[in-house]
C-alpha cells in the first residue's frame, strides 16, 4: 500500500512559518500523529514540501 493512501494531513503557511500536521495510519491498527513546522522560510513553500513529503516517508517505516 502506498504511504499516500495512509496519510490524511492539512498544510499551512502564515508569516513565513510552513506546516504540515495529520495522521498516518500505521500497520497493523495504529494512527501516528505528526506535525512539521518550519519556521523563517525564505524560499518559496515548495521547497519544504518534498522534505516534509520525506519526512511522512520515513515515518510510515516505524514500526510500533
Known amino acids: ?3 499516500n493512501q ?3 494531513a492539512k498544510t499551512g503557511y502564515v508569516n513565513q512559518v510552513v506546516c504540515l500536521s495529520g495522521y498516518l495510519t500505521m500497520q497493523p491498527s495504529a494512527t501516528l500523529c505528526f506535525s512539521f513546522l518550519v519556521n523563517d522560510v525564505r524560499t518559496g513553500t515548495d521547497a519544504i514540501k518534498g522534505p516534509q513529503d520525506r519526512l511522512c ?4 517505516l516505524l514500526q510500533l
Open 57 to 60: 516517508e520515513i515515518l510510515s
Open 6 to 8: 495512509r496519510v490524511h
Open 1 to 3: 500500500e502506498n504511504v
